[in-house]
């Protein structure tokens, strides 16, 4: 029959790398915000890296990608828009529209970015819909 010991008389437990794994919680975080941070991250492989961060690293980047282009063709569609219109007064109107529309992607961007960042740090393990259904589609087997 086993006894079980107390916490004194039970010799030290295996722990984790304590300071590898907030290093990495963090890491993940700041790829949401800063996502060439995670190309990093994926170019050099740090020995010891955790298959979590690798996910991570490889989500934020899919997500600082695509909303980089979703903000590009933001402040582009105007600019094609307007060249193609003759009309001074449209030309005010349709930046003005358009000056409102990048401020709500922006703030959805931040909200969005800020949220996954907190959850990366804490360490929880997320899928954010969009990002995931592209990257299957991008790499599905054929």
């Known amino acids: 029959m086993v006894v079980a010991l107390s916490w004194r008389q039970a010799p030290g437990r295996i722990s984790l790398d304590d300071e590898r794994v907030a290093a990495e919680h963090r890491r993940a975080g700041l790829g949401y915000l800063a996502w060439p941070v995670c190309l990093y991250e994926l170019l050099v492989v740090r020995e010891g890296s955790s298959s979590w961060l690798v996910f991570h690293a490889r989500q ?5 990608l695509l909303t980089g282009i979703a903000g590009v063709l933001a402040l582009v569609w105007p600019l094609v828009l307007t060249s193609l219109i003759a009309n001074i007064t449209v030309t005010i109107w349709v930046y003005a529209f358009a000056l409102l529309i990048d401020i709500m992607l922006f703030v959805m961007w931040l909200v969005l970015a800020i949220r996954c960042s907190r959850q990366a740090a804490r360490g ?19």
């Open 124 to 142: 929880e393990m997320f899928e954010i819909p969009i990002v995931a259904e592209f990257t299957r589609k991008l790499f599905a087997k054929r």
């Open 60 to 64: 934020a980047f899919w997500f600082g």
